[in-house]
């Protein structure tokens, strides 16, 4: 079969890519500035924001694996995608836990993402992830740098491996289409807190917490667990502390 990846080149797609040749499949990856050449892998080039060379990339396409994201615009991306594999077999998209309950921007634009496969006509699976470790680290350590870190108050969080869920979306997109699937958080709940705390720590650093409001409804929903897991989720077993530990060693390894 012929397996067509958006977002291929992303933190997520890194880690999809190398699981896909060994299965025995041709892959493309549609991209928006080709790479290094990869064995094994086609890359196209296209942009899934004004619909350019979607419809070239997708030709002939039996599985479409939609990983691409950004800070805007994914609902216009899917729409775009979607036209273009009308004659796939199976098409599977990567969303967030609370689209459809986080009154913010992205997540409402996760959620028409989510729509638009949904009604495209394809047999469909989406999966809803918790944000991945790599993004929470960004989040923390842009926040750890400051003399006092600002800790909002009920904003939880259940980070997740990205390696897991790249494993998790294979195992799908190989499989039967399913509709949506139960969500895909980490092992623990965190508090903004304590997820500062295990990062200074393992920088071997301190920094006094001043708690910080969440106002309105975002606030509301924060508190009230909207971008939590749902019962019924299968978690991740790979910790926040597990990641820090296995970025430490890296950096070890690279310095």
């Known amino acids: 079969m012929t397996i067509l990846i958006t977002g291929g080149t992303g933190t997520l797609g890194r880690h999809v890519l190398p699981l896909l040749p060994a299965a025995g499949h041709d892959v493309r990856v549609l991209t928006r500035r080709a790479p290094e050449p990869r064995p094994g892998v086609e890359y196209v080039t296209g942009d899934l924001l004004t619909g350019e060379g979607v419809a070239a990339a997708a030709e002939g396409a039996d599985i479409v694996l939609h990983l691409a994201g950004a ?3 994914d609902d216009v991306a899917a729409r775009h995608l979607v036209r273009a594999v009308s004659g796939a077999r ?8 609370g689209a459809d309950r986080v009154p913010l921007a992205w997540f409402r634009s ?3 993402a989510e729509r638009a496969v949904t009604g495209s006509g394809v047999p469909w699976t989406t999966l809803r992830a ?5 993004l929470t680290l960004t989040v923390v350590a842009k ?6 870190v600002p800790v909002p108050r009920g904003l939880r969080l259940q980070p997740v491996d990205s390696g897991e869920v790249a494993a998790r979306l294979v195992e799908l997109a190989l499989g039967a289409p399913s509709g949506l699937v139960a969500d895909l958080p980490g092992p623990q709940v965190h508090d903004f807190g304590s997820l500062a705390r295990t990062y200074l720590r393992s920088r ?4 006094p917490q001043l708690p910080v409001p969440l106002p309105g409804k975002v606030g509301r929903a924060y508190r009230a667990g909207a971008n939590l897991a749902r019962p019924g989720a299968v978690p991740g077993t790979r910790t926040w502390g597990d990641f820090l530990a296995g970025r430490d060693r890296q950096d070890l390894t690279s310095g």
């Open 143 to 148: 926040m750890a740098r400051m003399p006092v």
């Open 90 to 97: 199976h098409l599977l998209y990567i969303s967030v836990i």
């Open 71 to 73: 800070g805007k615009g």
């Open 204 to 207: 071997g650093g301190r920094r």
């Open 130 to 134: 918790a944000q991945f470790h790599e």
């Open 110 to 112: 996760k959620l028409d």
